[in-house]
């Protein structure tokens, strides 16, 4: 059960640590619950003490989740995709970021490349869907798909890294 002094708490270690802490899987759906609780308790009492003590709530959960936020975006920049303490949100979002991170790594690897830089080629990757994969639009604003298990197709390396790295596809030689 939360209450201000276990956010408060939270809030310290979350601050004090540069590892994510650990949370309850459920901690954002507790902690809106929570809030809204302490809303109604603040609008329905019109005591200043009350809201006053709501307001400085929201303050404290807003903090600590931007100091997650801040968190699993510098797990992505390190490029680890899983870590102990996440709720199911964060691990959506790490997952979204880690792949942001990869296209865009992909994307720019032109700059490190040796050679005569007409590497076209090198970015078509050919691989074997392992899943029906519905259209969706890729990084580069193109529409892929739709792709069923078994088909074989020729993408560009980031789209094909992703879809490697989720177990969606396989490389073919």
């Known amino acids: 059960m939360l209450n201000y002094a276990k956010l408060r708490e939270m809030q310290r270690s ?14 954002y759906s507790l902690l809106k619950s929570f809030l809204d609780e302490k809303k109604e308790e603040a609008m329905g009492s019109q005591n200043l003490l009350v809201i006053k003590e709501y307001e400085n709530l929201r303050k404290i959960a807003r903090a600590i989740v931007n100091k997650r936020n801040e968190k699993l975006v510098l797990l992505a920049l390190r490029g680890k995709r899983e870590t102990t303490g996440m709720t199911k949100e964060e691990a959506d979002f790490l997952g979204h970021l880690s792949r942001a991170m990869e296209a865009n790594e992909a994307q720019l690897s032109f700059i490190f490349e040796e050679g005569n830089g007409s590497g ?3 970015n078509i990757k050919r691989l074997r869907l ?22 074989e197709a020729d993408l560009p390396a980031d789209e094909a ?8 596809a396989e490389l073919l030689a």
């Not at 890294?161 to 969606?168: A, I």
């Open 130 to 151: 392992l899943k029906d994969i519905s259209p969706y639009k890729g990084l580069d604003d193109r529409v892929y798909g739709p792709f069923k298990a078994g088909e």
């Open 120 to 122: 076209k080629k090198d």
């Open 161 to 168: 890294q992703w879809l490697l790295k989720e177990k969606m």
């Open 14 to 27: 979350e601050i004090s640590t540069s590892e994510l802490c650990i949370v309850e899987e459920d901690f």
